[in-house]
């Protein structure tokens, strides 16, 4: 902890002085617990599970190469008994095994110094088959078709869990080959990142060896067995499957096609190959909730992979091809190359994001993924295009840098956030707009061919890119990736005819913020001109030669990351212009002007304003803004006197877009856009309560349930949403049976999210008593909670049962569970008493470490409690007028 403290002030110095510190990467400089002067180059590892006891035994060979002498190793394990130890064929005594379980390592004393050299340990031991996807966990589910219960063993050790399944030197930057063999049920199949080598039964199944990796990190390994099916295609070299539970391995067809289709981009993109002989996209039915990109074995909860034609929605389709987009980016970006340690983690994910969503939009530009809001109908869901989720952590007190740094395995968990994503994937979209799409790929494939099979730090991507543009990349980069925050420009049009700019830190809810100042890489036009781009390198500089009399567009497509506001005069020019601005320009001044509202720099009147003035439309992208917002107060206010009022007026902007929308796909619609936006549009109007839609949504599930093939996949999530939300015990029940009989995870997931939002008080609270059965995936189960805190309008109710089964709840939960899962469900408080109540909870009952979640929930409490405060009366004040008016 002290080191911490010394590095946090020594960095602190740094980036007030000069920013763009950090170092091309280098193995002995790289941080980490592990001392580096004995190596590992290769392992190999036997593991025989127990499904029975939920235990495992396992042996493992660890060639070693030996770089300065040594009298101790030290490596990584948690949770695991070391039975037998020996280094080159020699015994240690049992004195000589050390287990540090607070710090996570295992460390063995040698009898005598170790000679530089190749040395080799051995090692015996037992773990355990969690139940969660921690190490090595099983997953129990019904089978398709039979309904039969059955398990199946599957693996997850990112960031830091690989150390629970065999003890290894588990930091990134010790990369190895690993060369994996596994005992198995005869009826079972298994699978890891490299093709099975050999099979041969022995007593109580067989044995499964599998071909030895290329060097890399530990937490890529993957072990998944059970009774599974697949099926497969091949791209050139590399034999492409999709492997399911028994029964479901068709619906694995669209996954199998598109990675064939997302295999050729990226081995053009890179100008790599990929590498390994195979690729497999793994379904689980249980323990986690995303995907792990792991080399040659990629996991995926399975309705992140699966798809049914019959019953699927047109959502889960775009959401499995973004996953797996994202998922095999990584094989390159975090796979082939490596951050060398957790403090570069954006490396893989910011880049991983970036890339998934742009290859996604070269296949896919009917989905407009740039320009969507991500809707927050997953809470585990991290990839996909979210620059507005991002900006809008940002702006908070409680942020921080791209880059971090990382101490512990907490931390190192920690740093899956949204700023490591998508604030990093915001970054890379502008850099590459500012340097253009073939500079900025020529940049990576010279980054790529420098650095394959290793490791890298941020500045030896920027040296790459540098080197392909010409430009001080690292310069530009350094105030966004190492300092917290971004930038709002100011516009000002002059008396001498020029338009000034000034730029200064945005912020929300966040008083006496430290100014900050970044290179902006900024784009502007002359609405219906040729966009033009400067570099601003000052706090203020100005545009000159714009006619006063022309409207003058900022961040052009919305392709930055930064807030632009604008002073009287130009924001005049730019409503007159709306009709002239295409769709990116007209979502990114929604955004803005909601970010200004929030920011308390505009009232809430200069939004609706520019919603009214907007050109009639069903843009998906523009009304999702719209949606967005509106859904958000409409929340605020749930249980105010205001609320009924604004939701008439809320549903007098959405009735329009829905009338022309209708309920029914229309010859000639762009079939994606209106599908998506006509499912919005359902959910949100039947939040607002709009009489006509909540009693239709009602007929069609009547209609559903005599005959399901009535009711267009599509539609389902909307219509049982608002079916749930004003359900009676009866048709809650319905729900219930419907979500208990199916064995799609996919669909069993929208019965329970429609459970969530009943706002009956009974009902709500018959929802979260499921949390506690195991109806639902481990994974699933905990979010139900937060589900129903979110949607029912219960948070109270949700808390109260949240803190009775604590224990249960996080017993379910992954290794973040227990710093964020109890601040989490504070956040949909707007009542500034229920911050105290938290800190007090934290006080008594969480671990130190979920000091910042706390933090963080207590920020977001207090914000939505001003803004109730402060939009109440403005609200109140432009409905009036519009009344009025109208
Ligand atoms: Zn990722």
Known sequence: MRTLLLFLVTEFAIMSSALSSEKPFSFKDTPGKLPKEAVPTDYSVRIVPDIDKLTFAGTETVKLDVRSRVRQLVLNALEIKIEAASVDGQELPASAIKIDEKNELLALALPSELATGEHALNLRFRGKINEQGQGLFYMRYQEQGSGARKTMLGSQFEATDARRFFPCWDEPVFRACFQLTAVVPENWLAVSNMPIESEKKIAGGKEVRFAATPPMSSYLNVFVAGELDFIESRSGPTQLRVITTKGKAEMGRYALEATAQILKYYNDYFGVAYPLPKLDQIAMPGGFGGAMENWGGITYYESKLLFDPKSSSA??????????????????????????????LWLNEGFASWMGSKCTAHFNPQWEVWLRREFPRDPTRRVGIAKEAAMEGDARSTTHPIQQPVATETEANSAFDDITYKKGQSFLRMLESFLGEDVFREGIRRYMAAHMYSNTTTADLWNALSKTSGKP??????????????????????????????????????KNAPPLEWRIPLTYAVVGETPATLLMTRKSDNIRNIPPSRALKLNVNGAGNYRVEYDQPSWKLLLGALKNLNVEDR???????????????????????????????????EREQIIHVLDFINRLLSDSSEQEKFQRYARSLLRPTFDAVGWETKPGEQVAAATNLRASLITTLGNLDDPEVVANCRERFKAFLANPDSLAPDLRPAVFSVVGRYADEATWNQLHQLGLKTTSIEEKQNYYDALAGAMDPKLARKTLSIALTDELPTSRAVFLVSRVARESGHPDITWDFAKANMKALLAKADALGANTYAPGLFTFFSDDSRAEKLRAYAKNSLPVASAPQVTKAVDEIQFRAELKKRLAPQLNAWIDIKINRG
Not at 483 to 503: A, C, H, M, N, Y
């Open 587 to 621: 979502v990114n001044l929604l955004s803005d002007t909601w970010a200004l509202v929030q920011a308390n720099r505009a009232p809430i009147s200069l939004f609706f304003e520019l919603v009214e003035k907007l050109p009639v439309s069903t843009e998906l992208a």
């Open 473 to 510: 990349i690292a310069e530009i980069a350094a105030g966004w990736t190492e300092q917290p925050g971004f930038p709002i420009v100011r516009v000002k049009r002059e008396q001498d005819g020029s338009v000034s700019l000034t730029q200064e830190r945005f912020t929300v809810n966040f």
């Open 315 to 344: 959502e889960t389709k775009q959401d499995i091809y973004e996953v797996l987009a994202h998922e095999m980016a990584h094989q390159w970006f975090g796979d082939l190359v490596t951050m060398a340690w957790w403090d570069n």
